[in-house]
C-alpha cells in the first residue's frame, strides 16, 4: 500500500488543484504523511519480526504444485525499508520545502503530481522482489524525475540538463532490460529470490552483471559515468535535486541488492568487490578534485555528492570483496557494509540540507555564481549557520553525523587495506576546504550593495532546512541507537541471502 | 526461420541494431539524431526479448482455439509481456525527450548539442 498511495494521490492532485491551491497542499502533505507513518509501521514490524512478503493477488507467492512463484512480489527486509524510510523523510521536506520555493513558478499541479510520481517510483524500487518491476519502476522515477528538473522552463540551461537526465536514464534503463532478458532467457525466472536460488555462474550471467552493475553505476553518477549529474544537479529547483538524489540512491539500493542478494557467493568476490571499491576511490577522488574549480554553488555541491557515493561505494566494496571469508566478515566485513548504509542515510540528510540551503540562496538573489555572492551571512543568518552546519557534517566533523558513518567506513578499510582509508581521509579533508571557500565566500565579507534588502528565507523553507539540520545532528549525537536499529538490520539482510530467498521460496527442499 | 541457415538471424539483427544505436548516441551532435538512436536502442532490446521467446516451430500463446495435435508447444508468453510493457515506457520516454529538445531549440535556436552545451567543467 505504500507504493499504491503515492501513485493514487499523484493522480488525483490535478483533480484536487482545480478546487483551490491549499487543499492540493493539504493533501500532497498529508499523503505524504501517512506514507511516512505506515513506513515506520512496517519498519518496527520489521525490526521485530523478520522480513516480510508480499505477492500481489494471491495469498502465498508458491501456489500449490508449483515449485516456482509466479506473481509479483514485493519483498521488504531490512535494506529496503531503511531505503524506504529515507524516501519518506526526504520526500516529505522536500513538498514542505517547495511550498514556498515554487511561489514563483505555474503548473503547481503537474509539478506535485510528478513529485508523487516520483515518490512511487521510488518506493516500487526499494519495495520490490521481482527483476522486471524493478525496470518499470526505474523508469517511472527516471521520466518523472527528468520532468521536474525541466520544470522551470524559462531558464535556458534546465531542459538541457533534463535532457541528459532523460538520456542517460533511458540508456541505463535498456540496459537494465537487457540483462532481464538475459535472466530471463537463461533461468525462466524474472523474481529476485528465486533467481537467486537457481543461479549458476554462467558466462551469459557474467555478462548480466557486468551489464546491471555499468546501468546502475551510470545511474548513480560514479566517474566516469558523472557527467550528466553536475549538469542536471545544479539546474533542478532545490527541493527536486534532493528527492533526485534519494533517487540516485535508490539504484545505489538496486546495486547492492543485486550485487549481495542476486549473486552472494557464488560471484567472484574479490574481483567484483576491488571493481566496486575502484570505482568508489575514482568517484571519491575526481568529484573532489572538480569541486575546487567550480564557480556555481549547486555544481559544487553536486561535485561534492559524487564524491560522497564514492565514499558508500567503498565501504560497501569492502564489505563485498570479503563476503565469503567468514572470519574477516565478522571483524570488519559488518562493520564497511553497516558503514556504507549509515552513510547512505546521512548522504541523503546533508546533501539535501546543502541543497535546500543552495536553493534558498537563489530564491532570494537570483544567482547561483560564487563570485556575485558575498556577505550574505549578515542578512540571512539563519540560512548561513545551516550551511555551515550541512557543510561541517559533510566532511566528517564530530559530532555530526558525517564523523560517525566515515569513521566507522575508515576503520573497517583501513583493516582491509590502509591506502584506501588514507585516501579516505584525504578526501574529507579536500571536502572542508571546497566547503569553506564556497561558505567565506558566499556568507562572509561586507554586504554587497546590491544584495542590501534582501531578507531571510520564508518560513516553509525554514520549516524543511531545520528538520533536516536537527536530524543530522541527532543522528551525530547518538550514533550507536542509529546502528543498533538502522543500519545494523539492514547490513544484515545484505549479507544474509538465505533469508531472503526462504522469504519467496518457502523451506528450500 | 527453420533450421538451414548457419546461425540465428534475429540474434544478429539485435546485436546490429544496438551496436549501430550506441555508435548513433555517441558520436552524433544533433539531439534529434541522438533521440532517434535511443528509439533504435529501445527497438533492439525489445526485439532480444521476443527473440529469446521462441521455440522451434511454436505457435502464438493463446490458450483459445489453441492448435492440437502435432504442434502443442508454445512460444514463451512472458518476454511478450515484458516487451509490450517496455515499448509502452519507450514512447514515454520519447516523448518527453522530444519536448525537452523543443524546449532547448526554443531558448539556443539551434538543435546542434555543441552549441547548447553551456555548461562545462
Keep these: ?74 519483498e521488504v527486509d531490512s535494506l529496503s525499508i531503511f531505503m524506504g524510510i529515507i524516501t519518506a523523510t526526504i520526500s516529505l521536506i522536500a513538498v514542505i520545502y517547495s511550498f514556498s520555493f515554487m511561489k514563483g513558478e505555474t503548473g503547481h499541479n503537474r509539478f506535485y503530481t510528478l513529485l508523487l510520481l516520483l515518490v512511487a517510483g521510488m518506493f516500487g524500487m526499494e519495495f520490490t522482489g521481482d527483476m522486471f518491476n524493478l525496470f518499470v519502476f526505474l523508469e517511472i522515477a527516471s521520466i518523472s524525475g527528468a520532468a521536474l528538473v525541466a520544470f522551470r522552463i524559462r531558464f535556458a540551461d534546465s531542459p538541457e540538463g533534463g ?21 530471463y532467457a537463461q ?4 523474481n529476485i529470490g528465486a533467481l537467486a536460488q537457481a543461479m549458476q555462474y554462467t558466462m551469459l550471467d557474467k555478462m548480466a552483471l557486468a551489464i546491471l552493475i555499468a546501468a546502475f553505476a551510470i545511474k548513480l553518477g560514479t566517474v566516469p559515468m558523472h557527467m550528466w549529474l553536475p549538469d542536471t544537479y545544479s539546474v533542478a529547483p532545490a527541493s527536486i535535486t534532493a528527492m533526485l538524489l534519494v533517487a540516485s540512491q535508490a539504484s545505489m539500493y538496486a546495486l547492492f541488492r543485486i550485487c549481495f542478494t542476486l549473486y552472494g557467493v557464488t560471484l567472484n568476490l574479490a574481483t567484483v568487490g576491488w571493481i566496486v571499491i575502484v570505482l568508489g576511490l575514482l568517484s571519491m577522488f575526481i568529484g573532489v578534485t572538480m569541486a575546487v574549480r567550480q564557480t556555481d554553488l549547486k555544481r559544487l555541491i553536486a561535485y561534492n555528492c559524487v564524491c560522497e557515493s564514492g565514499f558508500i561505494l567503498l565501504g560497501l566494496g569492502v564489505g563485498l570483496a570479503v563476503l565469503g571469508n567468514p572470519g574477516a566478515l565478522a571483524t570488519y566485513g559488518t562493520m564497511a557494509i553497516s558503514g556504507g548504509i549509515f552513510h547512505m542515510i546521512n ?14 540562496i537563489f530564491y532570494r538573489i537570483g544567482t ?21 552546519l550541512g557543510a561541517l557534517a559533510s566532511s566528517g566533523i564530530p559530532p555530526f553525523n558525517g564523523f560517525a558513518s566515515k569513521i566507522l567506513i575508515y576503520e573497517s578499510v583501513y583493516q582491509f587495506n590502509p591506502i584506501l582509508a588514507i585516501i579516505g581521509i584525504l578526501v574529507s579533508i579536500i571536502t572542508l576546504a571546497v566547503f569553506m571557500k564556497a561558505f567565506f565566500s558566499a556568507f562572509t565579507g561586507p554586504v554587497l550593495p546590491k544584495y542590501k534588502d534582501v531578507r531571510e528565507v520564508p518560513k516553509s523553507m525554514m520549516i524543511g532546512m531545520a528538520t533536516l539540520a536537527v536530524i543530522i545532528v541527532l543522528f551525530g549525537l547518538f550514533p550507536g541507537l542509529v546502528r543498533e536499529w538502522l543500519t545494523d538490520p539492514a547490513a544484515n539482510a545484505l549479507i544474509n541471502q538465505g533469508a531472503y530467498i526462504e522469504g519467496i521460496m518457502g523451506v528450500v527442499p | 526461420m527453420t533450421g538451414n541457415i548457419p546461425f540465428n538471424i534475429p540474434f544478429v539483427a539485435v546485436a546490429a541494431l544496438i551496436s549501430i544505436a550506441i555508435y548513433i548516441i555517441i558520436s552524433q551532435r544533433n539531439l534529434i539524431k ?21 521455440r522451434e516451430g511454436g505457435v502464438a500463446p493463446v490458450y483459445t482455439h489453441a492448435p492440437t495435435g502435432v504442434v502443442a508447444e508454445m512460444v514463451l508468453p512472458v518476454p511478450q509481456a515484458l516487451t509490450l510493457t517496455s515499448i509502452v515506457i519507450a514512447v514515454a520516454t520519447l516523448a518527453l525527450m522530444l519536448s525537452l529538445v523543443i524546449s532547448i531549440y526554443r531558448h539556443t535556436g539551434s538543435i546542434d548539442s555543441e552549441e547548447s552545451r553551456k555548461m562545462k567543467g
Design chain 1, 187 to 190: 533461468y525462466n525466472l524474472l
Design chain 1, 368 to 388: 547561483r555564481n560564487l563570485n556575485e555572492m558575498g556577505g550574505l551571512g549578515h542578512l540571512m543568518k539563519f540560512t548561513s549557520i545551516l550551511f555551515l
Design chain 1, 163 to 183: 535532457f541528459k537526465y532523460i538520456v542517460v536514464s533511458a540508456i541505463s534503463a535498456l540496459m537494465v532490460l537487457f540483462a532481464i532478458g538475459l535472466f
Design chain 2, 34 to 54: 541522438i533521440v532517434m538512436g535511443i528509439s533504435i536502442l529501445a527497438a533492439g532490446i525489445n526485439l532480444f526479448l521476443i527473440t529469446l521467446g521462441y
Design chain 1, 1 to 74: 500500500m505504500i507504493i499504491a498511495i503515492p501513485l493514487l494521490a499523484a493522480f488525483l492532485t490535478p483533480l484536487i488543484g482545480r478546487i483551490s491551491g491549499k487543499a492540493r497542499n493539504t493533501f500532497v502533505i498529508t499523503s505524504l504523511a501517512f506514507v511516512g507513518f505506515l513506513v515506520i509501521i512496517l519498519a518496527r514490524d520489521i525490526f521485530l519480526n523478520g522480513l516480510h512478503v508480499y505477492t500481489l493477488g494471491a495469498t502465498e507467492p508458491i501456489p500449490a504444485g508449483y515449485m516456482v512463484p509466479v506473481r509479483i512480489m514485493l
Design chain 1, 347 to 360: 548522504h541523503a540528510l546533508f546533501e539535501g540540507l546543502l541543497f535546500l540551503v543552495a536553493g534558498a
